[in-house]
């Protein structure tokens, strides 16, 4: 498989991230704004094969919101509020898989398979 998927993980819970609003972005335009599902992943690819191309994308991540609606309290302003990532496609004939591991003080991400 080939294209562009995330996951996101609640490592306060111990549990997927459901219901996270997320957005993919190319050169300033949204390409995709979309939720993540009870596993915490998002229904569908966020770019197929075909639509990939070689560059720089953004996933923006709303995960003030998500805690919010996990009723943990947050500071405000929240320390994290929204979770960027900033990442580079370079191989269209390999998967990119972009999981965010976040909690409301502190995040991680990889490429993952």
Do not use: K, W
């Amino acid at each position: 498989m080939t294209g562009l998927t995330t996951h996101v993980l609640d490592t306060t819970h111990g549990r997927p991230a459901a219901g996270v609003v997320l957005r993919l972005i190319r050169d300033g335009a949204v390409l995709v704004e979309t939720r993540t599902n009870a596993d915490g992943r998002c229904d569908a690819p966020l770019l197929t094969a075909q639509a990939v191309t070689p560059g720089t994308y953004r996933l923006e991540f709303d995960i003030g919101d998500y805690f919010r609606a996990q009723t943990v309290e947050l500071p405000e302003p929240a320390f994290l509020e929204t979770v960027v990532i900033d990442f580079g496609v370079a191989d269209l004939a390999a998967h990119y898989h972009v999981p965010l591991l976040v909690s409301p003080y502190g995040y991680s991400t990889y490429r993952g398979s």
